[in-house]
Nanobody, 129 residues
Framework: QVQLVESGGGLVQPGGSLRLSCAASGGTFSSYAMGWFRQAPGKEREFVSVIKRYGTWTYIANTFYANSVKGRFTISRDNAKNTVYLQMNSLTYEDTAVYYC?????????????????WGQGTQVTVSS
């Protein structure tokens, strides 16, 4: 059983930055693909980004992004710290949502919520002036 705990959310002005963290415990972290999703009020949970298991962010083929965040967000992982990160830059009002990290034991890069096995409790990101 894998437990995921997100942190780093908060209130930020448009154009600002935040870095989300997701700490994992209870499993072999490096063997899980790690994804970030978000859910705004009244909307379905949507895919943000994923990083392959074992992958390092510097190898572009190990990561995948939603078009809405490509070029602004960067996913990375530190397998020694059992943590995945989401660096979010140039934030806009449309990025306001609860952000969730998720894990699945696969060699791929799934982008559907139903493909993930474990979920964190979420962290709120609010972009407001």
């Amino acid at each position: 059983q894998v437990q995921l705990v997100e942190s780093g959310g908060g209130l930020v002005q448009p154009g600002g930055s935040l870095r989300l963290s997701c700490a994992a415990s209870g499993g072999t972290f490096s063997s899980y693909a790690m994804g970030w999703f978000r859910q705004a009020p009244g909307k379905e949970r949507e895919f943000v980004s994923v990083i392959k298991r074992y992958g390092t962010w510097t190898y572009i083929a190990n990561t995948f992004y939603a078009n809405s965040v490509k070029g602004r967000f960067t996913i990375s992982r530190d397998n020694a710290k059992n943590t995945v990160y989401l660096q979010m830059n140039s934030l806009t009002y449309e990025d306001t949502a609860v952000y969730y990290c998720a894990a699945v034991a696969t060699g791929g890069m799934p982008s559907m919520p139903s493909e993930y096995t474990y979920w964190g409790q979420g962290t709120q990101v609010t972009v407001s002036s």
